[in-house]
């Protein structure tokens, strides 16, 4: 398998999942509930049945609201093992080398830990490319300065750990707390936290939240050829894979699967 098949694999198969999507409706069935189970549970249910909710239509929204966010979620997770593929394949990583996690101990439990983890991270010191490993660590101190970022504290970062998504408008507190309690936690390890968005996609309160709790912020632009603010760009100049070029080589494929399970998910029709 080529590396442009294994790459269009890693962001259609998560992608693919969603084709399958059921609501569930509160029942707690793992797989969901079809149309004819929605149908039987509220037309025995009197009210709902007096207001019309058994209708197929009623379904189908529930089905395309519940799937378009899987469909997004499922894009964030291609993503996240996308990214963390051309990490492997162009700076000579392990797939141990790109994963970071750590425990943290449950509260109120004594002796009981829970793991916390980021997408993906670069480890300086298993860097075999040493041109590759001084630009990683020249762009690790101009972004670190530019956060405002203690000098000494600079000196010490051994590597970058990152956040990928592939967008973020969710005002989800708890989501955004752990966030920066990974933040924090990546310092003590010496790593500079980094959130890479894919899309232009955030919401500028929550952009400005991270970057104060002195996150790096990599968005979905390109052209300025800006390795400090483009994602893109970053990954280009810095880790040498040019993901725009993969993208708009592959998109008309991706977009005529991403076709079919919008379509599939507007339907009742459950074949």
Not at 69 to 94: K, P, W
Not at 172 to 191: H, P
Request: net charge positive.
């Amino acid at each position: 398998m080529n590396k442009n098949t294994e790459y269009l694999n890693l962001i259609l198969d998560p992608i693919r999942v969603c084709a399958r999507y059921k609501p569930k409706l509160g029942q707690g069935a793992s797989s969901g509930i079809a149309l004819k189970e929605f149908q039987a549970m509220y037309r025995t249910d009197h009210f709902y049945h007096w207001m019309g909710l058994d209708n197929p239509l009623m379904y189908a929204a529930h089905k395309a609201a519940g799937g378009m966010t899987s469909v997004y979620r499922q894009i964030g997770i291609g993503a996240e093992r996308l990214f963390r593929q051309i990490l492997v394949d162009n700076l000579g990583l392990t797939e141990e080398d790109v994963i970071w996690s750590y425990e943290v101990p449950e509260t109120g439990r004594r002796k009981v830990t829970r793991k916390l983890s980021l997408d993906a991270r670069i480890p300086l010191d298993k860097v075999q490319d040493q041109k590759k490993k001084e630009k990683i660590s020249q762009w690790i101190q101009t972004t670190a300065r530019a956060l405002g970022v203690d000098q000494r504290i600079i000196q010490s970062l051994s590597g970058i750990v990152f956040e990928v998504r592939q967008g973020y408008k969710s005002k989800d507190s708890k989501r955004q707390n752990a966030d920066l309690t990974n933040a924090a936690t990546a310092y003590t390890k010496t790593y500079l936290p980094c959130v890479a968005v894919l899309s232009l996609q955030i919401d500028t309160d929550i952009a400005l939240r991270y970057t104060n709790a002195k996150w790096v912020l990599l968005k979905g632009s390109f052209g300025q050829n800006d390795p400090y603010t483009s994602v893109y760009d970053f990954l280009n100049e810095i880790i040498g894979y040019n993901l725009v070029t993969f993208f708009e080589r592959n998109s008309t494929v991706i977009q005529h699967e991403v076709d079919l399970i919008l379509r599939s998910l507007l339907t009742t029709d459950e074949k």
